[in-house]
């Protein structure tokens, strides 16, 4: 039997989130910085869950939520992540593989949950998130299946599970797989603070030609090139990578490929609910213009609509038909 052939394979944190409404008093009682994103214990997820409001549980995590925004523009995808042998894992699994998105990794025994992430939508929309990685953070290198890899046309990384050495590991076997059979890397910097911890690793995969796409927010190409100005950093980053993404929130996104710059504004919504997720989808879209042979405009565009899509309602992952949106906003 001939494997199946992907467009895009991702490794990323198989995570269940846990939304619920909160108000800045809230906020400031459970000293929680409006807009972060903080690493917490089983302990901690157990204490903040009890006081937080009613809430909505959804399958997520970063590369996986892209994976499910690139099967709804119609794209094969799998994803590599790990779960554990539990009621939240048979619900990822279940989400994954109902958007289409190939899954396979055997869940974790053990003491060890499903990751979960706790997120606070304050009354304008602004996410805070309180993750507790567990499960996702013991991806063990035998998950990765190098020929599925070197057949894909993207690998994506998310960046997140830098943060451990199992899945550290992991993604290193799957960047020397890619590279092996011409898959282009995509690598995502998910975080601020990772930026303290490993940039230098970054910069040496950057250096070493290992990451052919680089997705990143005005913060973290700042502190990538240790520099205030941004335009600065934005030249001298966008040299060393072949294709540079760089999200500006509500202000739109830009990138620079092979010396080109595009730029664009971001997409109206008649109101904000949830800004979970708005930069995996925004990835989803730009990827397909770029899976689809788009100019660079255009996977902007594309990754412009997605992220609208995705602010418009609760949760990371797209409720409407993202093709749908991105043909008749392209026609117009």
Known sequence: MTPATYDVVAIGN?????????????????????????????????????????????????????????????????????????QLGEVFTHDMRATGVAFDVPPLKGAQPTARCLILIAPDGERTMNTSLAAAHYLPASAIDEAMIAGAKYLLIEGYLWDAPEPRAAILRAMAAAKSGGCRVVFALSALYLMGLYRQDFMDLIGDGTIDTLFCNEEEVSALMETDDLEAAIAELSARVPTLVVTRAERGALAVQGGVRAEVPAERVMRVVDTTGAGDTFTSGFLAGQLQGRSLQDSLTMGAVCAAECISHYGPRPEADLKALVEARLRS
Do not use: W
């Not at 995570?15 to 910085?33: K, S």
């Not at 009613?54 to 590369?63: D, I, K, L, Q, W």
């Open 14 to 86: 198989a995570i269940v989130d846990v939304l619920a409404n909160a108000d800045e008093a809230f906020l400031a009682a459970e000293g929680l910085t409006k807009g972060g994103m903080q690493l917490i214990d089983a302990d901690r997820a157990v204490e903040l869950y009890g006081r937080m409001g009613p809430a909505r549980e959804v399958s997520g995590g970063s590369a996986a939520n892209t994976l499910a925004g690139l099967a709804g523009l119609g794209h094969q995808c799998a994803f590599i992540g790990q779960v554990a042998d539990d």
